[in-house]
């Protein structure tokens, strides 16, 4: 089975600095999708960035991007001048892409606090 | 507007007393999926659904039931609930290309 491992429970930030969480995973599949997933405290789950297996480059929006190391099973993310709208929960996502699969595995979170 | 809709949003009941969760969707997605989120654990999936009438246990079902006879509908029953049952749920719908899913707003249930 699928698991996804986020390490940093809580991470903290001065605005306009960066700040990278991190997320492994663990799989036997070659062929997934990977998420971040923000939610703020309004509990809305907001999708910030997705990543396919197969593709080699790193995807980016705007101020997120990751690095994904996909031989480490490693999918960070860095927010680059961290704003104080950032504060949030963010949750690391894996979708495996078999067949008669409808799993979306999350890890248990990092709160992400950014400071004036 | 594209948009999953969750009712109610807050519910509080007792152990016992058979409650339903209403979940619907207008994008005409076929995957729609059940999560239950808890402090510390993350989200978990419950049921999910690849289409009308088909459904399947994720990594949290007991206590729970779901049914699918329109694909835009897909509720979760709990016929009995439960102090532990107690927690934040999300209805969720899935894009075609399985590259996005649509969160519900979130129902926040206690069981007394």
Same mark, same amino acid.
């Given at each position: 089975?699928?698991?996804?491992?986020?390490?940093?429970?809580?991470?903290?930030?001065?605005?306009?600095?960066?700040?990278?969480?991190?997320?492994?995973?663990?799989?036997?599949? %070659?062929?997934?999708?990977?998420?971040?997933?923000?939610?703020?405290? %309004?509990?809305?789950? /907001?999708?910030? /960035?997705?990543?396919? *297996?197969?593709?080699?480059?790193?995807?980016?929006?705007?101020?997120? %991007?990751?690095?994904?190391?996909?031989?480490?099973?490693?999918?960070?993310?860095?927010?680059?001048?961290?704003?104080?709208?950032?504060?949030?929960?963010?949750?690391? *996502?894996?979708?495996?892409?078999?067949?008669? %699969?409808?799993?979306?595995?999350?890890?248990?979170?990092?709160?992400?606090?950014?400071?004036? | &507007?594209?948009?999953?809709?969750?009712?109610?949003?807050?519910?509080?009941?007792?152990?016992?007393? =058979?409650?339903?969760?209403?979940? !619907?969707?207008?994008?005409?997605? @076929?995957?729609?999926?059940?999560?239950? +989120?808890?402090? #510390? $654990?993350? $989200?978990? +999936?419950?049921?999910?659904?690849?289409?009308? @009438?088909?459904?399947?246990? #994720?990594?949290?079902? @007991? #206590?729970? =039931?779901? !049914?699918? =006879? @329109? =694909?835009?509908?897909?509720? $979760?029953?709990? &016929? !009995?609930?439960?102090?532990? +049952?107690?927690?934040?749920?999300?209805?969720?719908?899935?894009?075609?290309?399985?590259? &996005? +899913?649509?969160?519900?707003? #979130?129902?926040?249930?206690?069981?007394?």
């Amino acid at each position: 089975a699928q698991t996804v491992t986020q390490s940093q429970p809580e991470m903290s930030v001065q605005e306009a600095e960066t700040v990278t969480l991190s997320c492994t995973y663990d799989t036997s599949e %070659s062929d997934y999708y990977l998420f971040w997933y923000k939610q703020p405290p %309004s509990r809305q789950m /907001i999708l910030v /960035i997705r990543q396919e *297996a197969y593709k080699q480059q790193n995807a980016t929006e705007n101020r997120f %991007s990751v690095n994904f190391q996909k031989a480490a099973k490693s999918f960070s993310l860095k927010i680059s001048d961290s704003q104080l709208g950032d504060a949030a929960m963010y949750f690391c *996502a894996y979708r495996s892409l078999s067949s008669g %699969s409808e799993k979306l595995v999350f890890g248990k979170g990092t709160k992400l606090t950014v400071n004036p | &507007e594209a948009q999953v809709t969750q009712n109610p949003r807050y519910l509080i009941t007792v152990t016992g007393k =058979k409650l339903t969760v209403t979940c !619907s969707q207008n994008m005409n997605h @076929e995957y729609m999926s059940w999560y239950r +989120q808890d402090p #510390g $654990l993350g $989200l978990r +999936q419950i049921y999910y659904s690849m289409n009308v @009438e088909v459904t399947d246990k #994720g990594d949290v079902p @007991e #206590g729970y =039931k779901v !049914s699918r =006879k @329109e =694909k835009r509908n897909f509720p $979760l029953i709990l &016929e !009995s609930p439960s102090p532990n +049952q107690t927690s934040l749920y999300f209805c969720a719908s899935t894009s075609g290309s399985r590259n &996005e +899913q649509f969160f519900g707003p #979130g129902t926040r249930l206690t069981v007394l």
